[in-house]
């Protein structure tokens, strides 16, 4: 009796213990399958989402000072914004149908540079390259900063098997790489926002960041004497189960599944806690950039506007949405709303301006980071030219760039000078009569004092990279391992790839390529991931034979 008590006691235990292994082994499963949304768990367990609370922005003077006064100047960036999502030449999302009459303006009753271009076909690159004047591979800002989750959940996201693999690199985790929040520009590299400092200027920072989230990297820490920031590469514009919102998920992109699993619509004010924006994001950076403006009228200010829109996650407040029925899409209806809410709330920042009487006498400078997004399912958002937001195609990285300042430049006045991202920071810098460091090689130059000097531009992301010289603009790539040459002059939408008829071109770009490379610096964290993006047409359609890609490294 004793034993049969002692092996009903074993069988007992050997299948508690074997319940316990299914378990951990369900449990594994679960965390395999759910560990990308660590990254925003544990933000929420550092420092949760608190209550709204409003802004109260450091007033200046009560009276402006008498004498000559430096113009103010006001930069507004958007987010993955396609060229062709502006209205101005006849373009516009879903064939025209949204239209941006206050984006338009800022063209017409300026200066629009018809060769604008940005510094890296993705955000965090480009972003640095404006703050900085330099190419950002200089200080090693190669690639966008993001997890390394993040990195590997684009590994494991793609859902088409014709597609060619998606590659992560688990070989280049080491120990020396940063922690995701030390990936940013470096503290030592000096800030537009630094130089404007030192010319007087109160520097206030809206928006978007992404440029590194420890407390040395942060916009308060960079320059700028106050800043209400998404700190990293996005948020929610609004709560997802909000009333007035109107959602559009992108099922087949692993991105967007990152984004919505992760982000949170918060802010954070000079690096405090966290906090809920009132409302959606993009009226929410508008509003605070119209008090902005009334608490500094009375000294000079430079204002960063970094909106986050129209970047995904696709949301729209309802009315943005209803005002939109012509459009049958969902998710082009939600794009076109967050494009026409975005004019919207441009058009306030100027009125805010021209209530101040202070229209005049301000520089405001409008550009995107980077092109449009293969990945929403959107066709033509950079047309005519082809490729996307990751690409060095035109499609990819020119960009729109339009600068207003009615006591300096004429209206309807436009340049076809080779310029863009790298210009600003010496731009700004001239306008405001701030000094340029004079410690480092600054690419920037100052394009309102004259056209652009350079002999050539150049991008680079891992291997794949490219130049732009005169009209020649040569890609180089390792996957595919291709050269592709452009004549822009006569092919401005790089249609004829003109390798094979000019070698000899190809070896003098390629020359330039090599010498410009041979000054960067090491990249301060790795490109983890490398995956196909095909350059005419969105992630939507189904992979053929025979469609053109270049693999994007991040």
């Known amino acids: ?13 050997w299948m508690a213990l074997g ?9 594994y499963a679960l965390f395999q399958t759910q560990k990308y949304r660590l990254p925003g768990l544990i933000q929420d367990w550092r420092s949760p989402v608190q209550d709204n609370r409003p802004i109260a922005w450091v007033p200046g003077p009560a009276a402006a000072a008498s004498g000559d006064r430096p113009p103010n100047i006001i930069l507004i960036v958007a987010d993955d914004l396609g060229i062709n999502d502006i209205s101005l030449n006849g373009g516009g999302v879903a064939g025209g149908l949204v239209k941006t009459p206050n984006i338009d303006a800022l063209a017409t009753a300026g200066l629009n540079f018809t060769t604008a271009y940005a510094a890296n076909a993705t955000c965090s690159p480009s972003r640095a390259a404006m703050m900085t004047g330099r190419y950002p591979t200089r200080f090693g800002f190669e690639f966008t900063a993001v997890p390394v989750a993040f990195a590997e959940n684009l590994a494991h996201g793609g859902d088409d098997p014709a597609a060619p693999p998606a590659i992560f690199h688990r070989e280049l985790i080491t120990d020396d ?22 010319a007087g200027y109160r520097t206030l920072h809206i928006g978007k960041w992404h ?13 700028f004497d106050e800043s209400l920031a998404i700190l990293g590469g996005g948020a929610m514009f609004m709560d997802a189960k909000d009333p007035n919102v109107v959602n559009a998920k992108l099922p087949w992109d692993a991105i967007d599944r990152f984004i919505w699993a992760n982000l949170r619509h918060a802010v954070t004010y000079n690096g405090g806690a966290r906090f809920r924006p009132s409302g959606h994001m993009t009226d929410y950076f508008a509003d605070e950039a119209v008090k902005a403006i009334h608490a500094n009228r009375n000294r000079p200010f430079f204002i960063y506007l970094a909106f986050n829109a ?13 005002a939109l029925p012509q459009i049958a899409d969902p998710k082009t209806r939600v794009y076109g709303a967050m494009i026409a809410q975005l004019d919207r709330g441009i058009g306030r920042v100027m009125a805010k301006l021209k209530a101040e009487a202070l229209d005049e006498n301000t520089l ?73 460091p004079a410690d480092r090689i600054i690419d920037s130059e100052d394009v309102l004092a004259g056209p652009a000097k350079r002999p050539a531009l150049f991008w ?53 390529l090599a010498r410009q490379n041979q000054g960067m610096a090491k990249p301060i964290w790795p490109g983890l991931f490398e995956g196909p993006v095909r350059v005419d047409v969105p992630l939507t359609t189904k992979w053929e034979d025979g469609q053109e890609y270049v693999y994007w490294t991040n």
């Open 1 to 13: 009796m004793r034993s049969e008590q002692i092996g009903g006691a074993m069988k007992k235990r």
């Open 19 to 27: 319940a316990l292994v299914v378990l951990a082994g369900a449990g």
């Open 177 to 198: 790489i940063p922690a995701y929040p030390d990936m940013g520009v470096p503290a030592g590299e000096v800030t537009i926002a630094e130089a404007l400092k030192g």
């Open 211 to 223: 440029l590194g989230e420890s407390e040395a990297l942060q916009p308060h820490a960079q320059g």
């Open 310 to 322: 129209p970047h995904t996650p696709l949301q729209a407040t309802r009315a943005d949405y209803d």
């Open 364 to 436: 405001v400078i409008f550009t995107s980071d980077n092109g449009g997004a293969w990945y929403n399912g959107i066709a033509g958002l950079n047309a005519p030219y082809r490729g996307w937001k990751a690409t060095f195609f035109e499609g990819g990285i020119r960009t729109p760039l339009f600068m207003r300042w009615p006591a300096k430049i004429p209206a309807g006045s436009q340049r076809p000078d080779m310029t863009g991202h790298l210009d600003l920071f010496a731009t700004i810098a001239g306008a405001a009569r701030a000094k340029l």
């Open 460 to 512: 680079r992301s891992g291997a794949y990279r490219a130049v732009r010289a005169g009209d020649w603009k040569l890609q180089v790539t390792e996957r595919p391992k291709q050269s592709r040459l452009y004549n822009l002059a006569a092919d401005p939408t790089e249609q004829r790839d003109v390798s094979a008829a000019e070698p000899g071109k190809v070896a003098e770009l390629r020359r330039m």
